[in-house]
């Protein structure tokens, strides 16, 4: 069992940065395969980046690459995204998420069916 607290999100101006984290619980971090999902008002939920456990591989939504970094440190069970130069439309609430599969079965961490999940926090870009 995984218990994942996401924190850092904020309001911040287009073109700002802001840094999520997400701790996780239990002995087994390590193990795990790491997300980040976020869901805007009206819409579904859509795949950031994803981590594999050891860190050495790493994926993102065409829609943030080369604006967002995943990185984790298993030493202090917490995994974050860097966000940098945000616009409007990354608005939404943003999920951290664990499954103990390799990203390679879970479509490159795309795929939504992750086996825990955070309760989110809202990341407000203004224009």
């Known amino acids: 069992q995984v218990q994942l607290v996401e924190s850092g999100g904020g309001l911040v101006q287009a073109g700002g940065s802001l840094r999520l984290s997400c701790a996780a619980s239990?002995?087994?971090?390590?193990?795990?395969?790491m997300g980040w999902f976020r869901q805007a008002p009206g819409k579904e939920r859509e795949f950031v980046a994803a981590?594999?456990?050891?860190?050495?591989?790493?994926y993102y939504a065409d829609s943030v690459k080369g604006r967002f970094t995943i990185s984790r440190d298993n030493a202090k069970n917490t995994v974050s995204l860097q966000m940098n130069s945000l616009k409007p439309e990354d608005t939404a609430v943003y999920y951290c998420?664990?499954?103990?599969?390799?990203?390679?079965?879970?479509?490159?961490?795309?795929?939504?069916?992750?086996?825990?999940w955070g309760q989110g926090t809202q990341v407000t870009v203004s224009s």
């Open positions: 239990g002995r087994t971090f390590s193990t795990y395969a």
């Open positions: 998420a664990a499954d103990r599969r390799p990203l390679t079965m879970l479509l490159h961490g795309r795929t939504p069916e992750y086996e825990y």
């Open positions: 981590i594999s456990w050891s860190g050495g591989s790493t």
